[in-house]
């Protein structure tokens, strides 16, 4: 384990000068590639059954070339997220392999650049071994060859940000296909709102009809064996036990009229309600709220909830012994984690995660929850701040 985290760590310092020296020799490749195909299909123009046969081979090795391209960004370069493939037609596979052409021949100069480099400070090594430079001399080529060497550094790292640039811009999806995934994504998170709402109905109801509901009619009963008894201690004693249930139920209705809109968010912020609810928790929660700005409406709402479903499953089913809760914002995102260090196993497919996740997404959110079998479990929601 120690040799791959070291092997790890070495081939992240040099898998972008791999990366782009890779690329140099795959433009050379997608310039002959290109030559051929202009040739075979100017060739074939007076013969259409060989005009297909040369534009269907063009059409094969340009997607080939293309996910040649996109597995060495990936991986080699740690590009971060490339475009999907979109199905891109021959003519914007082609047009992306021209224009590689660039980065590739910059990427030769810049390696040409740096093999002279190396040649010249072999031959001042070696002429200062000899003794033919004074120590003032010598230090002059060192500095000299130290901003070089800098300076052809940044030129690889500039031919690699060339380089991903290109290929999002000419592999992404055009204007209408980002239109249509925009649509889709809307219709989609529009029928999770509403999958999640009517969940969310029938929760409430369940909870009036099963809890405050059965909590009233015990209380109604209570009172009609007070008002019928005639034993003066006795009755103290069922007004006093309905005097209870009463209080009760205003609790429970509070907490169901919580869930539908947490009220208290007219008055205080997130964090405040938050503390609010861990004084209640049966389970300890420390809470860090660092928000410069507080976020809109809907977004604390979405967060206040998210928050309570994951104190709700850490108190019931996680046995955890603390929980952890983190609010702050990074990369132009509203971000909170939940931490238990309970038994772990909830199921991200189940009713109140999925409806949460479906809440976030509606508002361009990520929820992620990880909870293995053991332990621990995090929940992660990330909202733009709008």
Not at 259 to 278: F, I, K, T, W
Not at 351 to 360: N, T, Y
Request: charged fraction near 25%; aromatic fraction near 2%; proline fraction near 4%.
């Amino acid at each position: 384990m120690a040799g791959e985290r070291r092997t790890g760590r070495w081939w992240h310092r040099i898998r972008l000068p791999v990366g782009v020296a890779a690329g140099t020799a795959t433009a050379a490749v997608e310039l002959v590639f290109l030559a051929v195909a202009a040739v075979a299909l100017a060739g074939s123009a007076l013969a259409p059954p060989a005009g297909r046969r040369a534009a269907g081979l063009t059409k094969r090795y340009a997607a080939l070339l293309v996910r040649v391209e996109r597995r060495r960004l990936t991986g080699l370069l740690a590009a971060g997220e490339l475009p999907a493939p979109v199905g891109a037609a021959t003519r914007r596979q082609v047009g992306y392999l021209a224009a590689r052409l660039v980065p590739g021949v910059l990427g030769l100069l810049a390696y040409a650049v740096l093999g002279v480099g190396v040649v010249l400070a072999a031959i001042v090594l070696r002429a200062a071994v000899r003794g033919e430079l004074t120590p003032l001399d010598a230090l002059a080529q060192v500095a000299v060859g130290a901003v070089l060497l800098l300076l052809n550094v940044q030129a690889i790292v500039s031919v690699a940000a060339l380089d991903i640039r290109l290929a999002r811009r000419l592999l992404g999806p055009g204007s209408r296909a980002e239109l249509a995934a925009r649509v889709r994504e809307l219709t989609t998170s529009r029928a999770g709102v509403i999958d999640a709402v009517d969940a969310e109905r029938q929760r409430i109801e369940r909870d009036l009809h099963d809890g405050l509901q059965q909590r009233l009619v015990a209380l109604g009963m209570l009172l009609g064996r007070a008002r019928r008894t005639r034993d003066a201690d006795r009755s103290r004693a069922l007004l006093a036990q309905a005097h209870e249930d009463v209080q009760r139920a205003v609790e429970e209705l509070r907490e169901v009229a919580w869930r539908v809109y947490p009220s208290a968010l007219d008055g205080s912020d997130l964090g405040e309600v938050l503390a609010m609810v861990a004084r209640r928790s049966e389970v300890p929660v420390r809470i860090r709220c660092e928000l410069p700005v507080r976020p809109e409406r809907q977004t604390e709402t979405v967060l206040y909830f998210v928050a309570c479903e994951a104190l709700t499953n850490a108190a019931k089913h996680a046995a955890a012994t603390v929980v952890t809760v983190e609010i702050g914002v990074r990369e132009g995102m509203v971000r909170m984690r939940v931490h238990d260090d309970g038994v772990g196993g909830a199921d991200p497919a189940g009713r109140g995660l999925s409806g949460l996740a479906r809440r976030v997404a509606a508002l361009d959110g990520r929820l992620r929850v990880t909870s293995p079998v053991g332990g621990p479990t995090t929940v992660l929601a990330e909202l733009p701040c709008g």
